[in-house]
């Protein structure tokens, strides 16, 4: 790409507001350009996100040229100018600064204002995320090569990449994130680097760690990322418990690329499922497995219901490695998963490399399909026909009928129907003593 090429993407590609914000502060006299991932995506021609401006004019003089502002996080140097209606409007102003140490590896211990743009940009993660574009003068400032990484597909650290991680440790998940989402590799050098900051990446809160592993996960290949972070350590460290069960990283990671996007944290957890059960465990969600997978997902502060149905989701995998599977094994399984969690089940099923197209498989694929009763829902009677037609008072006995009709209806289907339900109900009303009045 030329310069003149780069330019003409970056004019076409800044919102009118955001430029309007970055010529009121050039024509008050101060620097303002546009920076970080919206620049390199609108240079990728991927859908930017963020606009985000960076300005040599202090937080004081953000505030006093603008009529609509918000003092976002002042100590920073961030203010949030409001250009018109609703949060698109928002446009976030940060006075170019210096960093001092990281002496806790998650946040400096001073910020300075009053430096000079190339230090804003040197205190930035890579070095494509460090290229600034001024729409005021239409001028590129990319004084690490930014542009070069972006032509040659590359993640590299800006400066020393061991000293940049391990100030902050949330920087090698960034890495491993970019390169999935990107699809960029990453140099060797700041893979080299990676090890030496997985100390300070121990020290990260466990939300911005899962953030990232979830945008990861995110990517159209997630392996781009989830290769490289299994060899350097990351997995080992943000997850201790699954590395040491993942025997091949490339087919652990392949499997995570077959699977859909809402069960992809499910595939990342899969080698936690057991391999070695009993016959009886085989057949049903292994329990053992769901308590542990959750306990590790909420550990890593992923949301109760992103960890609870991943951890249902583990429990179920290792059923595709058996066989045979007879109907009702099939629907009593399909049962215990719930009627979200039955397509993702498939679909994990269907992302194994052993076995995808399991008996296990073409089975639940039919009983879906056929819409075979699998909850006390899909039954042919409800807790009102036994009230009404068999005179039972309302209670637990109604549950307790229901679920032992629904164990009925699961091993065969056929006796789904009003009459022959009804029938079984008056009997089992009499057995549970709960005699009909
Ligand atoms: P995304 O597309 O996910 O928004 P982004 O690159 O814009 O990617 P942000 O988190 O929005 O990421 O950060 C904006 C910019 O701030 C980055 O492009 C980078 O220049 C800088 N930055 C963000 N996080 C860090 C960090 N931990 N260390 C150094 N620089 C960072
Ligand atoms: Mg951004």
Redesign the pocket.
């Known amino acids: 790409m030329t310069d003149d090429e780069a330019l003409q993407k970056l004019a076409a590609a800044v919102p009118a507001n955001v430029r309007e914000v970055c010529a009121r502060l050039s024509a008050a006299g101060h620097e303002a350009v546009t920076?970080?991932?919206?620049v390199?995506?609108a240079l990728l021609d991927r859908a930017p996100?963020?606009w985000?401006v960076a300005t040599s004019a202090h937080p004081d003089h953000v505030l006093a040229l603008f009529r609509h502002t918000i003092p976002t996080g002042l100590q920073h140097g961030t203010v949030t100018v409001i250009t018109g209606r609703g949060i698109e409007s928002h446009v976030e102003v940060t006075t170019f600064r210096g960093e001092g140490a990281y002496s806790d590896a998650r946040r400096p211990d001073h910020v300075t204002f009053g430096v000079p743009l190339v230090e804003d940009l040197a205190?930035?993660?890579l070095v494509v995320?460090?290229i600034a574009y001024d729409p005021a003068h239409d001028r590129l400032i990319d004084p690490f090569g930014g542009r070069a990484d972006l032509d040659a597909r590359r993640l590299r650290a800006v400066g020393d990449p061991v000293a940049r991680f391990t100030e902050?440790g949330?920087?090698v998940m960034?890495v491993v994130r970019f390169a999935a989402k990107l699809e960029f590799a990453i140099d060797p050098a700041t893979e080299a680097a990676i090890g030496a900051a997985l100390p300070s990446l121990a020290k990260v809160s466990r939300e911005r760690v899962s953030d990232e592993l979830r945008?990861l996960l995110a990517a159209r290949e997630p392996s781009r990322g989830l290769v490289p972070a299994a060899r350097t350590g990351i997995i080992a460290t943000i997850a201790p418990e699954l590395a040491p069960q993942i025997a091949n990283a490339d087919v652990w990671a392949a499997r995570i690329d077959r699977a859909p996007s809402e069960t992809r944290l499910a595939a990342m957890f899969a080698p936690l499922a057991r391999t070695t059960v009993d016959e009886v465990t085989a057949r049903h969600v292994d329990r053992e497995v769901v308590a542990r997978v959750a306990a590790i997902a909420k550990a890593l502060k992923f949301s109760n219901a992103e960890a609870e149905a991943a951890a249902m989701l583990v429990g179920a995998a290792h059923a595709t490695a058996w066989a045979p599977w007879n109907p009702a094994e099939v629907r009593r399984l399909l049962r215990e998963l719930g009627a979200k969690l039955r397509p993702l089940a498939i679909a994990l099923w269907t992302s194994a490399a052993v076995r995808p197209n399991s008996p296990l498989v073409a089975e639940a694929r039919r009983v879906l399909d056929a819409r075979e009763p699998l909850a006390i829902g899909d039954l042919a009677i409800g807790g009102q026909d036994l009230v009404g037609d068999l005179a039972l008072k309302p209670g637990p006995v109604v549950g307790q009928i229901l679920d032992l009709l629904l164990t009925v209806v699961l091993d065969d289907p056929t006796l789904n129907a009003r009459e022959p339900l009804l029938e079984r109900a008056r009997k089992l009303a009499l057995e549970l003593g709960d005699g009909v009045h």
């Open positions: 920076v970080g991932g919206a390199r995506d996100g963020d985000d205190r930035r993660d995320n460090a902050d949330l920087r960034r945008k």
